[in-house]
T-cell receptor, first 114, second 112 residues
Framework: EADIYQTPRYLVIGTGKKITLECSQT?????MYWYQQDPGMELHLIHY???????EKGDLSSESTVSRIRTEHFPLTLESARPSHTSQYLC?????????????FGDGTRLSIL | QKEVEQNSGPLSVPEGAIASLNCTYS??????FFWYRQYSGKSPELIMS????GDKEDGRFTAQLNKASQYVSLLIRDSQPSDSATYLC????????????FGTGTRLKVLA
């Protein structure tokens, strides 16, 4: 059973606010990911990390930033939220290792920007 | 050509039937393949991992991998209405180990 937690589950907030979406995992996984997914649409990778102090942008251009100061914690920040940021944000983690291990997902944060 | 392709569906099968979901991929060097189930409004949940050619069975689920033909499939035996969901295929291409390429998913409807 994967132990990866995202908070908040739902967030409705006004334009221009600074937002931080939290993601924590208790499995000691080195690799962590953030995806954006609109309803009925595909997953888009926006950030990933291979370990502490390692972060990279994914394929989808995003105005968000991430940090990885501790192995278990991978928060995503939007400095100034806009309605175009309305989406579901999914955090995932996987073990490092010679063979690619599956990603395990948190429950997601559904973000609505008014 | 998309890197990972799935028929979007919906695939409708009667309760108790076998549901067959297919996924093709473009990177011949891909080594790792995963099937996820995603209920509407929920996050993806891992069903199966498969790394070698052939079949891998887990309960009512069987994953089949054919690297020569570049496809991976998922069979669901004795389909139940609770299996109604979108099934995502994920492939890790040879070019980069960070990048799990997800298909757009196949929506399965199991009719009671």
């Amino acid at each position: 059973e994967a132990d990866i937690y995202q908070t908040p589950r739902y967030l409705v907030i006004g334009t221009g606010k600074k937002i931080t979406l939290e993601c924590s995992q208790t499995m000691g996984h080195d690799k962590m990911y953030w995806y954006q997914q609109d309803p009925g649409m595909e997953l888009h990778l926006i950030h990933y990390s291979y370990g502490v102090n390692s972060t990279e942008k994914g394929d989808l251009s995003s105005e968000s930033t991430v940090s990885r100061i501790r192995t278990e914690h991978f928060p995503l920040t939007l400095e100034s939220a806009r309605p175009s940021h309305t989406s579901q944000y999914l955090c995932a983690s996987s073990e490092a290792g010679g063979r690619n291990q599956p990603q395990h997902f948190g429950d997601g944060t559904r973000l609505s920007i008014l | 050509q998309k890197e990972v392709e799935q028929n979007s569906g919906p695939l409708s099968v009667p309760e108790g039937a076998i549901a067959s979901l297919n996924c093709t991929y473009s990177d011949r060097g891909s080594q790792s393949f995963f099937w996820y189930r995603q209920y509407s409004g929920k996050s993806p949940e891992l069903i199966m991992s498969i790394y070698s050619n052939g079949d891998k069975e887990d309960g009512r689920f069987t994953a089949q991998l054919n690297k020569a033909s570049q496809y991976v499939s998922l069979l669901i035996r004795d389909s139940q209405p609770s299996d109604s969901a979108t099934y995502l295929c994920a492939v890790v291409p040879a070019s980069g180990t960070y990048k799990y390429i997800f298909g757009t998913g196949t929506r399965l409807k199991v009719l009671a």
